[in-house]
């Protein structure tokens, strides 16, 4: 991976953090919309806190997460096993999506929430579609959620003070301030996010801390030419959750793709 920084959130932070995306709230229902009545298996990686898997599972579909990130796969679990879920219906799997090999085939494999976009490089992301298609069924399904570039946003060199949100976290009693700050790097397509965390103690006293990785971008014919050599073709390809085609203003690009 060389010096770019792969993604990795304070696990205790992320449900928190992102509660007041729209995104999140949008994304499991569409994808669910589009799921046929019988039950599926279906294959989340990047599966993190399990915030898409749970309610897929709820639906009655038999479930499977991956995720490199312990942390993140105890929290999940916790979550899971509070909701009554058992491993059958929603198994958690500590693995690198990279070199992913499960044995078995699934009628959806599943990346949700700009996950993709953590893959910063040609290599790794070939590398996260073999492994979709190495694990989806003859007549499955691959399902990639990501954000459609704004080049004005991406124009410029550094923004900082981004998205300013806060929240509470449970098991720390602490109520957090958090400001995202994207750096333009070198490298071709890809950008430096730090998350800044700011919280104050018992006697007022500030504290500081941060999360940095890399993101890239990734635009619509890209997107189609990536898949299609990796086996893939588009079906549907989706601009936001009410289900529009993707068109240039759209904010999402959402598409569900069978094999090639």
Known sequence: MGNKQRYRAIAEYYDAENSHHRVLEEDVPFFLGQLPRRKQDILELAVGTARA???????????????????????????????GLGDKRLALIEADVLSLDLGRKFDWVCVFFNTFLAFTTLEQQDAVLQRALAHLKPAGRFWLDIFQPDMRLLSEPRRVDLDPSVFFVPRFDRTVLKTTEIRRASTPQLQHVTFHYTWLGPHGEPHHERTRFDMTWIFPRELRLLLERNGLEIEHFWGNYDGSKIMPESPRMIVRCCRA
């Open 53 to 83: 898997a749970i309610p897929l599972a709820q639906a009655g579909h038999r479930v499977v997460g991956v995720d490199y990130a312990a942390d993140m796969l105890e929290i999940a679990r916790r979550k899971r096993d509070g909701v």
